[in-house]
């Protein structure tokens, strides 16, 4: 079977998949990809406790979409369109959440998402757990936290126009985050940097987003390109999104790998650089 024919036909079971499910944010397997690259980068006072708890921490980093399933008031954790109510430099929106209430009101706040304050949440609960040594919640928060993290490196959870620009666009989330992923992506070609410096969480969750949303305008433009060469989301689409956006793809990902180390080291050092646990943490709930 020539391999255009292949994809054409993952492309319909993933589309298909699509229009089952909710437009969420990477998929299983980026997310899993960025954890495991951001724990490969940890310092050697780290890595002891991420490497024998990385099956856990990556089993559990998609846990805040299955939750969106049964709790549909906590969406608003998952992105922060950052254009909806601003634009670049994008000042107005960004601070603290009471300051942006503020300003804003707390409905229309709501309603732009609340992706950077719940980054700074869960970075805050892995430094309490890292500072009382609970293997447990370290692994959970971890866990939690590089979902969140890799959710502020996609570009449609930075913006408003979260499914395309146009209403021809519709599906262009799913189809750039998760059937691009799964049909072209080469593992190998994410290529993280060291570990950067992070001096305030919350701004640099805000930058992070601000990069996402840069990217947009050039992924809507290549949908159009890619829907002229074919109008049914077959092989030919596929091979032209990746053609002009694997780069960005690319970029998004490694960067959150990236970033995702950089805040775990963070973490450790805002709590004083405890000697970690070098066993799997005690995950049993028993059923």
């Known amino acids: ?38 724990i490969a980068m940890l310092p050697d006072e780290m890595k002891p406790f991420y490497q024998a708890n990385e099956r856990y921490v990556t ?31 994008f000042e107005k929106v960004r601070g603290k959440r009471k300051e942006v209430e503020k300003r804003l009101g707390k409905e229309k ?16 609960r892995l430094v309490k757990a890292m500072k009382t040594g609970n293997g447990v919640e370290m692994v959970v928060q971890s866990a939690l936290l ?41 593992p190998e070609n994410i290529k993280p940097k060291n570990p950067v410096k992070i001096e305030d969480v919350l701004s640099a969750a805000f930058d992070w987003l601000a990069a996402s949303n ?7 433009e290549a949908d159009d390109k890619a829907r002229q060469d074919d109008p049914a989301y077959g092989y030919r689409y596929f091979a032209s999104l990746s053609s002009s956006t694997m780069n960005i793809l690319e970029e998004r990902l490694s960067s959150a790998a990236t970033n995702l180390a950089s805040i775990y080291i963070a973490a450790w050092e805002k709590a004083g650089k405890p000697r970690l646990p070098d066993k799997p943490a005690l995950l049993y709930w028993g059923h």
């Open 1 to 38: 079977m020539k391999t255009s024919n292949i994809i054409t036909g993952l492309a319909a079971v993933v589309l298909l998949v699509g229009t089952m499910c909710p437009v969420l944010g990477w998929g299983p397997e980026a997310h899993t990809l960025i954890t495991r690259h951001a």
């Open 59 to 89: 089993a559990l980093v998609t846990l805040p979409d299955d939750w969106r399933e049964t709790h549909k008031e906590i969406g608003s954790q998952h992105f922060f369109d950052l254009d909806l109510f601003d634009e670049p430099p």
């Open 109 to 124: 706040v709501l309603e732009m998402g609340l992706l950077p304050w719940t980054v700074e949440e869960r970075f805050n």
């Open 146 to 186: 590089a979902h969140f993290v890799g959710d502020a490196h996609v570009p449609f959870h930075a913006t408003k126009f979260y499914d395309g620009k146009k209403p021809e666009q519709k599906g262009l989330h799913f189809r750039w985050e998760t059937n691009l992923v799964a049909l072209y992506l080469k």
């Open 214 to 220: 840069s990217r947009v305008d050039a992924i809507c």
